[in-house]
């Protein structure tokens, strides 16, 4: 049976996510839901530690070296995780904000050939140029992706980048623009559920045609 590992987002814990995950498993799913590596400053952990914690996130840009050094620390965490938790079979990665991140991002690891799918809740790109590139190398798989025109904190055009860069690599895409703020809408939480019904289905066709 396929793995579902979900991610919360910064200043969030492994706690706060759980619910949310718990509600959208499908039955007989395992459940990988990991903590940030760094302690935030006012509260909860993150996936890595901005050199100004202050700063405006419209004024943030790219990431510095630094940045995603501790990205890069927490995505060799994350291969460790699943290698002690999931060490086989299909993978479903996803996450909202800073976690949604590093679903993308988890793509660069070794394990990328077991992941059917990405759920991109409220995110944005971290490395662009780079993910284009892997995504060329790997199989076009599924993406779940949900973001609202109301987000002061990602803006919906860099939210609306990650879905075209994963659309333009051929995956399948199922899309929710939703009028709420830096959020996940509980009246959607039914459809992520029924996407990842729909995706180990789709899975499962697929290992019987081999």
């Known amino acids: 049976m396929p793995t579902l590992l979900m991610m919360h987002g910064m200043t969030g814990t492994a706690e706060m996510m759980r619910e949310f995950a718990e509600r959208i498993l499908p039955e007989g799913w395992t459940l990988l839901v990991p903590e940030g590596r760094y302690a935030h400053p006012r509260r909860g952990f993150s996936w890595w530690r901005y050199e100004d914690w202050n700063a405006p ?7 510095s070296r630094m940045e995603l050094m ?3 620390a ?4 994350l291969e460790q995780d699943v290698s002690h ?3 086989a079979g299909p993978l479903v990665v996803g ?3 800073m976690g949604g991140a590093m679903a993308q991002e988890m793509l660069h690891l070794p394990l990328a050939e077991r992941i059917i799918g990405v759920i991109a809740l409220g995110t944005r790109l971290v490395r662009p140029m780079e993910l284009r590139i892997r995504l060329e190398e ?3 798989k599924h993406l779940f992706w949900m973001h609202g025109t109301r987000d002061i904190r990602v803006p919906i055009e860099d939210g609306w980048a990650v879905a075209h ?3 333009a690599a051929g995956w399948a895409t199922e899309l929710i623009e939703h009028g709420k703020g830096h959020m996940i809408p509980t009246e ?3 459809a992520v559920r029924e996407w990842l019904v729909a995706i180990e289905r789709d899975w499962e066709e697929r290992v019987h045609r081999r």
């Open 95 to 97: 996450g909202f904000s």
């Open 70 to 72: 501790d990205v890069d």
């Open 57 to 63: 996130p419209s004024e943030r840009g790219d990431l």
């Open 165 to 167: 860069l994963f659309e």
């Open 85 to 87: 938790h999931a060490p």
């Open 188 to 190: 959607h939480h039914e």
């Open 74 to 77: 927490s995505l060799a965490q």
């Open 138 to 140: 790997v199989e076009p």
